[in-house]
């Protein structure tokens, strides 16, 4: 049985990645930490979380693209994703990615937390 919803944050910024790791941990998620991905599928499939939160800025691959690839299989489509960024009005221009929700960066904890209370309640 499972204990704890599974969190995949995406973050190239080391310090930003530990610290929403230690406030998911804080909180009672377990979670998993990567700074950036080359291979979608074979990153969900590892990790297999019952939640994406990444970056939209990253290097390689940007989280709106992570976000439509986990969208557009049908293995991973029900993954709610979560996009952070503090470019929100630009990466809304660059096209509808069909993430869940959008955190603004720097991120609050306190609207981190409602927000996947809100995906796991």
């Given at each position: 049985?499972?204990?704890?919803?599974?969190?995949?944050?995406?973050?190239?910024?080391?310090?930003?990645?530990?610290?929403?790791?230690?406030?998911?941990?804080?909180?009672?998620?377990?979670?998993?930490?990567?700074?950036?991905?080359?291979?979608?599928?074979?990153?969900?499939?590892?990790?297999?979380?019952?939640?994406?939160?990444?970056?939209?800025?990253?290097?390689?691959?940007?989280?709106?693209?992570?976000?439509?690839?986990?969208?557009?299989?049908?293995?991973?489509a029900?993954?709610?994703?979560?996009?952070?960024?503090?470019?929100?009005?630009?990466?809304?221009?660059?096209?509808?990615f069909?993430?869940d929700?959008?955190?603004?960066?720097?991120?609050?904890?306190?609207?981190?937390?409602?927000?996947?209370?809100?995906?796991?309640?």
């Amino acid at each position: 049985m499972k204990d704890r919803n599974k969190i995949l944050v995406i973050e190239d910024d080391q310090d930003i990645l530990f610290a929403l790791m230690a406030v998911l941990d804080m909180y009672g998620y377990e979670s998993a930490g990567v700074p950036f991905i080359q291979d979608v599928r074979a990153t969900i499939a590892f990790h297999q979380p019952d939640l994406v939160l990444t970056d939209y800025v990253l290097p390689g691959i940007n989280g709106g693209l992570i976000c439509k690839a986990i969208k557009g299989n049908p293995i991973t489509a029900h993954i709610p994703v979560i996009l952070m960024t503090a470019y929100h009005k630009q990466a809304i221009a660059v096209g509808n990615f069909g993430y869940d929700a959008y955190l603004p960066k720097p991120f609050d904890n306190n609207a981190l937390i409602r927000i996947l209370n809100g995906f796991f309640s």
